[in-house]
């Protein structure tokens, strides 16, 4: 991946460790262990809105924008 130019390295105060997976078919999973950030981290709690009223208001929408994650995601 770092030759990829998907990570870089850093020595940020934010940085976490990286913590590789094996998966049950054998490959590798790139993952980050946030234990520490989530117990700083402040909750912020709100409902989930409801699908109608999201419809609703994106029915008049002259321009809707959609994301492709795959890469987002090893």
């Known amino acids: 991946m770092l030759k990829a130019g998907v990570i870089e390295e850093g020595n940020g105060a934010w940085g976490f460790p990286v913590v590789l997976v ?38 008049g929408a002259l321009l809707l924008t959609t994301l492709e994650l795959r890469a987002g995601y090893w």
Do not use: Q
């Open 22 to 59: 094996r998966k049950k078919d054998g490959e590798v999973r790139f993952c980050m262990d946030y234990c520490a950030l989530n117990k700083i981290t402040k909750k912020d709690v709100y409902p989930l809105p409801r699908i109608d009223e999201t419809l609703e208001a994106l029915g």
